[in-house]
């Protein structure tokens, strides 16, 4: 069984705007983080989540960080990837499509369990976990047809 090389006009429609508006959305968001904490600048607190300065609300956010930034380097790299036609560019658009499904989830659960419904950290998060779904569908469906 081989699969066809998919070529940037294989994209499903909307994909890598998609992709690029969430990975820079997601590093943008850890640089301005880290530049708060670093005392760089100050975010006013009506820009923070609830309970921010709580210690371990702040460690639950920043356990995200690794997480964010591996699935937008994987995205970033995959989208290059594809761009080339190489083989590996859908393994990796999947992997951070994948990863960022798992962000929005982990937040929501979190938010969830705490009772804390603010629709302002709500609608980001259930953005991150409907998306991805709806693209990984499609890809599944682009793999389907193109394996010979």
């Given at each position: 069984?081989?699969?066809?090389?998919?070529?940037?006009?294989?994209?499903?429609?909307?994909?890598?705007?998609?992709?690029l508006?969430?990975?820079?959305g997601?590093?943008?968001?850890?640089?301005?983080?880290?530049?708060?904490?670093?005392?760089?600048?100050?975010?006013?607190?009506?820009?923070?989540?609830?309970?921010?300065?709580?210690?371990?609300?702040?460690?639950?956010?920043?356990?995200?960080?690794?997480?964010?930034?591996?699935?937008?380097?994987?995205?970033?790299?995959?989208?290059?990837l594809?761009?080339?036609?190489?083989?590996?560019?859908?393994?990796?658009?999947?992997?951070?499509?994948?990863?960022?499904?798992?962000?929005?989830?982990?937040?929501?659960?979190?938010?969830t369990?705490?009772?804390?419904f603010?629709?302002?950290?709500?609608?980001?998060?259930?953005?991150?976990?409907?998306?991805?779904?709806?693209?990984?569908?499609?890809?599944?469906?682009?793999?389907?047809?193109?394996?010979?």
């Open positions: 069984m081989t699969t066809k090389i998919l070529r940037p006009n294989d994209w499903p429609a909307g994909l890598p705007a998609l992709l508006f969430t990975d820079i997601f590093l943008l968001y850890w640089s301005v983080t880290a530049l708060h904490v670093a005392g760089v600048f100050h975010l006013p607190p009506e820009y923070l989540f609830k309970n921010y300065n709580n210690p371990l609300v702040f460690a639950w956010n920043w356990s995200f960080m690794p997480l964010d930034v591996a699935l937008s380097l994987a995205g970033l790299a995959g989208m290059s594809w761009r080339r036609g190489h083989p590996a560019a859908r393994s990796l658009v999947a992997f951070s499509l994948a990863l960022t499904f798992c962000a929005g989830l982990m937040a929501i659960a979190f938010w369990i705490t009772g804390d603010d629709l302002g950290w709500w609608l980001p998060n259930l953005f991150l976990l409907v998306w991805p779904l709806i693209y990984l569908l499609k890809l599944a469906r682009i793999q389907a047809q193109t394996t010979i």
